[in-house]
């Protein structure tokens, strides 16, 4: 974390000052809004939290409760969302307080004897190197005021407005307008109207607003999908027990039902997934009669031989399995999608339902979030082209049906009868678990071809970046002072773009270096740093240049290195020494990553962490125009 870059302060240096433009704005609910965010939940608050990061743009964020979330409903956070909360900021305070998913034990039913259950495999949750950060269990709602944290030490110092109910959404017929969507907000209190109400006129709406989304019916898109004949419960329980496994993750089959535990952090509680049979628990789910100490009852029953005594419980919820899908996730038919930008969005459950014990719900939400905060923030503020609006219903709808596609195997193969095919054999689930936990973590997202996403034709540079995917991170060591850290956690979610230039063989400093032809190149008046940079703004403030040489943090110094990679920023014109980096002796990326150490390998990187092309070092043109396809070229006027 860098601060004090336009000069020492006394206090917090994680507190940013505040953004000029807050004093001309209004303390209460305003007129009008660059942006407006409808939902506190995950998607909603990473949202804001992104877009917290454009305190120049008025980004107002709304709820119909009546304050913050005070008990979670989703826990599980994956590998690739805590890794996110890394460009945040926020991955150390989530990884101190939450419980760790280490390993995973599979139970089924004793073959000798059907009535009790037994151990049948004991796995590692997380595939080794697949991330640097680990699978994570905290609360949501704890999630959420990390969110709500980073929005109040911003320089927007974001704060949401509660007690607001979204009731209409209309979309101007002259989109061009500079406000052309206004939202009807009634006011309530414990969710009943008071009879006052206030309207937001906006550029853009992003409804997060939950599966029953008013947002995504004002836009007349529906949830498509199947809701299966299936219940679950789900209890957050202090409890006593005497199954050994209760502070591991366990996924248990039964002659009475399934459970699958989730030890949550603090160290005594812990989350069941209860299955509830519909022959066995039909007369409590048909008069929706289930209590929790019905649903600890049927716990104790799957768990036979080993009992549980409920002490204390802290949430509660019964939902069905269904997997429902929207089309698209913004306002713009099918028929306009050339003619025509998007101005009201959908995220998270507003647009993707399914069950929740692959723990993948929250996860998605935000990264949906994520994927068009960046986009908004930059539109907004005319560092990209309008055009790559339209990129996020293209790339999040194609990941939210692979989740439904995964999702309802899952659900399929955890619920299913010992003695049925798909339960016959405890290897099965077990080898499913595993090979599904790339998709679980939340890293097998690939996107397909845009103006932000390059064809492969250089892939063979960096064969562990594949192009697409989100950037792999690695242990190297900062050159100029020699901190051992990932590369990856260097990168903020600012809404830059990323080139990391890894370079050849030859030293930085010598005529032959391919490095030096490329740092010589974006320090010219051609280069896609003059060209997309508005003028005034830091030199990395939409294009960050970075440099991960081959030899050892003590062959080189910093004398040796190009101007570009010693920028300097800041009213004081201050010297970033923190853009160049060598492997780390232990771990050299080099050989991790597949890079090509002969010629060297240019990855380009998108805001959201996405691989979005490799290029060979001097590749010049074609890396101007790449960039040119999202990116506005200074002087052009922006929509």
């Not at 109040?152 to 017929?173: K, M, N, Q």
């Not at 903020?492 to 080139?499: E, P, S």
Request: aromatic share 8%; net charge negative; with cysteine.
């Amino acid at each position: 974390m860098q601060f004090y870059l336009d000069g020492y302060q006394p206090g917090d240096p994680f507190v940013a000052d505040p953004h000029p433009s807050l004093a001309d704005r209004p303390s209460g609910l305003p007129d009008t809004a660059d942006v407006l965010i409808i939902g506190c939940g995950p998607a909603g608050l990473v949202l804001a939290a992104q877009l917290a990061e454009f305190p120049e743009i008025h980004t107002v964020i709304v709820d119909r409760r009546d304050g913050p979330l005070e008990v979670g409903q989703a826990d599980g956070v994956a590998c690739r969302t805590v890794e996110m909360f890394e460009a945040f900021g926020l991955a150390d305070q989530l990884i101190h307080e939450g419980y760790q998913v280490n390993e995973v034990t599979f139970w089924r039913p004793d073959p000798q004897d059907g009535t009790s259950i037994v151990r049948t495999g004991r796995i590692d949750d997380v595939e080794d190197g697949i991330s640097e950060m680990p699978h994570m269990i905290v609360n949501q709602a704890r999630m959420l005021a990390y969110l709500r944290d980073h929005m109040r030490r911003s320089a927007s110092r974001a704060e949401p407005f509660y007690g607001l109910h979204a009731t209409d959404v209309r979309i101007d017929a002259d989109t061009t307008a500079e406000h052309p969507v206004t939202v009807t907000l009634q006011h309530v209190e414990d969710f009943q109207p008071t009879g006052e109400s206030s309207t937001i006129r906006a550029r853009y709406v992003v409804g997060c607003d939950g599966s029953r989304s008013g947002t995504r019916e004002a836009i007349g898109r529906r949830l498509e999908g199947d809701t299966a004949n299936q219940s679950w419960g789900v209890l957050d329980v202090l409890a006593v027990t005497d199954f050994p496994d209760i502070r591991l993750k366990s996924a248990i089959h039964s002659e009475q039902g399934s459970i699958l535990i989730i030890p949550r952090e603090g160290g005594y509680l812990v989350r069941l997934y209860i299955e509830l049979d519909n022959d066995r628990d039909a007369e409590m789910l048909r008069e929706r009669s289930v209590t929790p100490e019905k649903l600890a009852a049927v716990a104790n029953r799957i768990l036979h031989p080993y009992t549980l005594e409920v002490k204390h419980v802290g949430w509660w919820a019964v939902y069905e399995i269904g997997q429902r899908l929207c089309d698209r996730f913004d306002d713009v038919p099918d028929a306009e999608t050339e003619t025509r930008r998007p101005r009201v969005f959908i995220a998270g459950d507003a647009c993707h339902t399914h069950s929740a014990k692959a723990g993948q719900g929250m996860n998605v939400s935000m990264a949906d979030a994520w994927n068009l905060g960046w986009k908004l923030g930059t539109v907004l503020r005319g560092t990209s082209r309008p055009e790559v609006l339209s990129t996020y219903s293209a790339e999040r709808q194609k990941v939210a049906q692979q989740l439904i596609d995964f999702d309802r195997e899952f659900a399929a193969a955890f619920s299913a009868r010992p003695d049925s095919e798909e339960g016959a054999d405890p290897a099965r689930f077990q080898h499913y678990f595993r090979e599904q936990g790339r998709f679980t973590a939340g890293v097998a997202v690939r996107y397909e071809p845009s103006i932000l996403t390059a064809a492969p034709t250089h892939q063979h540079l960096a064969e562990g970046f594949p192009i697409g995917m989100r950037f792999h991170s690695a242990p190297v060591v900062r050159l100029a002072d020699a901190k051992p850290m990932h590369l990856g956690h260097a990168a903020r979610a600012d809404g830059a773009w990323r080139l990391y230039a890894f370079a050849d063989r030859a030293h930085p400093g010598g005529p032959d270096s391919r490095l030096r032809e490329l740092a010589e190149f974006l320090a010219s008046e051609g280069s896609p740093i003059a060209r997309f940079t508005p003028p005034g703004a830091d030199p990395d403030s939409v294009i960050d240049v970075r440099a991960v040489l081959q030899q050892g943090h003590r062959d080189v110094t910093v004398d040796d290195l190009p101007r570009v990679l010693l920028p300097r920023k800041g009213s004081f014109e201050l010297v970033d020494y923190e853009k160049v980096f060598c492997p780390d002796p232990a771990t050299d990326i080099f050989d991790l990553r597949g890079l090509d150490r002969e010629r060297g390998a240019l990855v380009v990187v998108r805001p959201d962490q996405y691989v979005a092309n490799v290029l060979p070092l001097d590749a010049h043109h074609e890396l101007v125009d790449f960039l040119g396809g999202a990116l506005v070229e200074v002087g052009t006027p922006t929509a």
